[in-house]
């Protein structure tokens, strides 16, 4: 049984920076590609960023390239989001997941999906950036 505990959320003034992270267990970490998402309040959830197995190729979004980092421990089964210069926007729910998709074929499909993780959902952390 799959599971994915991510923490790391919190209230932080906009140009503010935080750091999730997941910790995920019941499964190979080191033999899947990760990924995070994200659900504001009304919407649906989106892709963030995704890394590679081995840590060597990386995705991001449009919305946090260039202010978002993703990287991962594979000794520690963890997965990292250091997350820069926030803007109000990136109020939402994070959540990592296992995906079954690597990073080459998530640039292929033109980015992130829902459909392209495994059904192996945390509870999320809450990001709240304030004006």
């Known amino acids: 049984q799959v599971q994915v505990v991510e923490s790391g959320g919190g209230l932080v003034e906009a140009g503010g920076s935080l750091r999730l992270s997941c910790v995920v267990s019941g499964l190979t970490f080191d033999n899947y590609p990760m990924g995070w998402f994200r659900q504001a309040p009304g919407k649906e959830r989106e892709g963030v960023s995704c890394?590679?197995?081995?840590?060597?190729?990386?995705f991001y979004e449009s919305a946090v390239k260039g202010r978002f980092t993703i990287s991962r421990d594979n000794a520690e089964n963890t997965l990292y989001l250091q997350m820069n210069s926030l803007k109000p926007e990136d109020t939402a729910m994070y959540f990592c997941?296992?995906?079954?998709?690597?990073?080459?074929?998530?640039?292929?499909?033109?980015?992130?999906?829902?459909?392209?993780?495994?059904?192996?959902w945390g509870q999320g952390t809450l990001v709240t950036v304030s004006a």
């Open positions: 997941a296992p995906m079954s998709r690597g990073v080459t074929s998530v640039q292929r499909a033109g980015g992130m999906s829902e459909d392209q993780a495994l059904n192996a």
């Open positions: 890394i590679s197995a081995e840590g060597d190729r990386t």
